[in-house]
């Protein structure tokens, strides 16, 4: 199998044009190619397929196998992919995903792209669609006791759930106890990503994440949006400019734009190395 690693900020996956190859086991190839010691090494892997809908289609599975509905790291990934390699040859593009159909702009420089701007779509606020379980249609602020200790979060779907707790110090953050915790509470019952939040000032925030199925990552694109849109129904940002959040592997330019209920992403996206594996020992 041809393949090619790439990063969105740190956010690596493994990432398979399925214009030319064919993946019969995407979940058993997810498993065995992320792994860091045996396999190649990533968050994950992504198939790019081709779409009726739109210029291409995102599949992507966690390195636990699960598949996922949506990156933004992963997609701005994509995007770079299907122009580098010459899938298509404009820089407005469409690509279908299991969250929907997102629009995104490309910034070209050389004749590659260097940066990409998603439309992410709609932030979904309700608790039964994120899904949360909860007494009241939104979870803003609302307590939660993990492990012996309360917490509050906020609960923020952008095609995959999130919980927002805001924190004084992320730097020392048991993250490895504290996020299986909440990746696995009742409160969420298809597990749930997990943001932990330092806000720096009205249009900075620290972050740090928790992703179902594939534990703590560099950097999460739609972690990202929902923390901005929970930090704007908290009133803690600026709601009127985009905000920087500062992840492990870099920063991302967020803008939650209020009048369209629409969530723009700007970030880089970066190509490591292309490759080929054997993958005749798997079971397809």
Same mark, same amino acid.
């Given at each position: 199998?041809?393949?090619?690693?790439?990063?969105?900020?740190?956010?690596?996956?493994?990432?398979?044009?399925?214009?030319?190859?064919?993946?019969?086991?995407?979940?058993?190839?997810a *498993? =065995?190619?992320?792994? *860091?010691? =045996?396999?190649?090494g990533?968050?994950?892997?992504?198939?790019?397929?081709?779409? /009726?809908?739109?210029?291409?289609?995102?599949?992507?599975?966690?390195?636990?196998?699960?598949?996922?509905?949506?990156?933004? %790291?992963?997609?701005?990934?994509?995007?770079?992919?299907?122009? /580098? +390699?010459? $899938?298509?040859?404009?820089?407005?593009?469409?690509?279908?995903?299991?969250?929907g159909?997102?629009?995104?702009?490309?910034?070209? !420089?050389?004749?590659?792209?260097?940066?990409? @701007?998603? %439309?992410?779509?709609?932030?979904?606020?309700?608790?039964?669609?994120?899904?949360?379980v909860?007494?009241?249609e939104?979870?803003?602020?609302?307590? $939660?006791? $993990? !492990?012996?200790? #309360? +917490? @509050?979060?906020?609960?923020?779907s952008?095609?995959?759930?999130?919980?927002?707790?805001?924190?004084?110090?992320?730097d020392?953050l /048991?993250? #490895?106890?504290?996020?299986?915790?909440?990746?696995?509470? $009742?409160?969420?019952?298809d @597990?749930? %990503?997990? #943001? =932990?939040?330092?806000?720096?000032? !009205?249009?900075?925030?620290?972050? *740090?994440? &928790? !992703?179902?199925?594939?534990g703590?990552?560099?950097?999460?694109?739609?972690?990202?949006?929902?923390?901005?849109?929970?930090?704007?129904?908290?009133?803690?940002?600026?709601?009127?400019?985009?905000?920087t959040v500062k992840?492990?592997?870099?920063?991302? #330019?967020? =803008? &939650?734009? *209020?009048?369209?209920?629409?969530? +723009?992403?700007?970030?880089?996206?970066?190509?490591?190395?292309?490759?080929?594996?054997?993958?005749?020992?798997?079971?397809?």
């Open positions: 199998m041809k393949f090619t690693k790439m990063h969105g900020i740190g956010n690596d996956y493994v990432y398979v044009n399925c214009f030319e190859e064919t993946v019969c086991n995407p979940s058993a190839v *498993r =065995f190619v992320s792994d *860091r010691h =045996f396999g190649i990533g968050d994950g892997l992504i198939l790019i397929r081709p779409s /009726d809908i739109a210029d291409c289609e995102m599949d992507m599975y966690n390195l636990d196998g699960s598949q996922g509905a949506m990156c933004g %790291n992963g997609i701005r990934c994509v995007a770079k992919y299907v122009y /580098d +390699y010459g $899938i298509v040859n404009k820089t407005d593009i469409s690509i279908a995903t299991k969250s159909v997102k629009h995104l702009k490309l910034t070209v !420089e050389n004749g590659k792209v260097s940066t990409v @701007r998603v %439309n992410m779509g709609s932030p979904i606020l309700t608790a039964t669609q994120i899904p949360v909860a007494t009241t939104e979870v803003i602020n609302a307590p $939660i006791r $993990i !492990e012996g200790n #309360e +917490y @509050r979060f906020t609960a923020v952008m095609g995959n759930p999130h919980a927002i707790v805001y924190m004084d110090d992320v020392h /048991d993250i #490895e106890k504290i996020g299986p915790a909440f990746e696995n509470h $009742i409160t969420f019952p @597990r749930v %990503n997990t #943001e =932990f939040v330092k806000v720096l000032d !009205e249009h900075t925030l620290q972050m *740090r994440v &928790w !992703e179902r199925g594939s703590e990552t560099l950097a999460c694109g739609t972690g990202a949006c929902a923390v901005t849109v929970a930090s704007v129904l908290n009133g803690l940002v600026d709601e009127t400019q985009p905000v992840l492990l592997g870099g920063d991302l #330019e967020i =803008f &939650w734009d *209020r009048s369209e209920n629409l969530v +723009y992403m700007t970030g880089p996206a970066t190509t490591v190395f292309d490759g080929e594996i054997d993958l005749s020992h798997l079971d397809c």
